[in-house]
């Protein structure tokens, strides 16, 4: 009976550690399986980087650049102007003429309004002038190319008026003239040569054209 017994607790004791070591092997096999990641294809993983890196950043814009803006020419100045005056009609007792500039530098440069002008004796000191602007033509930009031409219309009298006398000229002649550019201030020399300007040296000018 004791033989019995003893032989029934082996086998159990031989069952008991059987089914141990089976649940040993198992919980062993499902903590490696817990603590090591899938696997993951490294040519999926790559594909995945650049297929993201491709829809995150645009492709660069095409390379363009931009023309160089154009530079407006600057004023007309005396340094590069040469100016003239030229009688054009007579009658009445009326005088018409015209001053004449022209661009004798390498670029261009433009003109905008009227310029400024004082007749001069044979010693330089100043004859009675009076400039009076009118708007036929008005001011108006005109671009002047090298050698280009602008052009202000003149217009004065040869009666003499108020006390001006009436035997011998009625103003001091004038060889030369000084005439200054719109917006500048140094002057240019020109022969004048046009006979006296009564009514006190008034003349009538306009603002430079195109000629």
């Known amino acids: 009976m004791r033989r019995r017994t003893l ?11 059987a089914c141990g070591d089976a649940q040993t092997a198992a919980d062993q096999t ?28 645009p492709p660069p814009p095409p390379s363009s ?11 007309c100045s005396a340094a590069v102007l040469d100016g003239r005056v030229e009688p054009t009609d007579a009658g009445a007792g009326n005088r018409y003429g015209k001053l004449l500039v022209t661009n004798t530098g390498a670029g261009p440069c433009t003109l905008n309004g009227y310029s400024g002008l004082q007749l001069l ?11 009076e602007r009118t708007a036929d033509p008005g001011p108006s930009a005109v671009t002047l190319p090298p050698g280009g031409t602008a052009v202000a219309n003149l217009h004065w009298t040869v009666v003499a008026t ?27 020399r020109l022969n004048w040569g046009l006979g006296p300007v009564c009514g006190g040296g008034k003349i009538y000018i306009s603002a430079f054209y195109a000629a």
């Open 30 to 57: 499902a903590l490696s399986t817990t603590a090591s990641p899938p696997a993951t294809s490294s040519s999926t993983s790559q594909a995945g980087t650049a297929a993201g890196t491709a829809a995150g950043t």
């Open 7 to 17: 032989v029934a607790c082996g086998v159990l004791a031989a069952s008991l550690t």
């Open 162 to 188: 108020g006390d001006e006398p009436v035997d011998r000229p009625c103003e001091p002649e004038a060889p030369s003239a000084a005439a200054v550019p719109p917006d500048e201030t140094e002057p240019m």
């Open 121 to 131: 004796a044979a010693d330089g000191s100043q004859v009675p002038t009076q400039l």
């Open 65 to 75: 650049a931009a023309p160089p803006a154009a530079t407006d020419p600057g004023r």
